[in-house]
């Protein structure tokens, strides 16, 4: 463990067997690196995390 302190956690259920749902993961990093840490942690809710990753 080198220290970092995690404040949320994002859980995403996929079916290891299908190549294209392990894409999501890829995907997510890449949106989600694109926001400031700040504005991630304040998101309150589903609607609100959907919107951050619509853009």
């Keep these: 463990m080198d220290g970092t ?17 392990l894409k999501v993961f890829s ?3 890449y949106v989600l690196n694109e926001h400031d840490g ?3 942690l304040r998101l ?5 995390f959907i919107g951050c990753i619509e853009g």
């Design 38 to 40: 700040e504005d991630i």
């Design 27 to 29: 995907y997510l990093y």
């Design 5 to 21: 302190l995690v404040h949320n956690a994002l859980v995403a259920c996929v079916n290891p067997n299908v190549s294209t749902e």
């Design 44 to 48: 309150t809710d589903y609607d609100a």
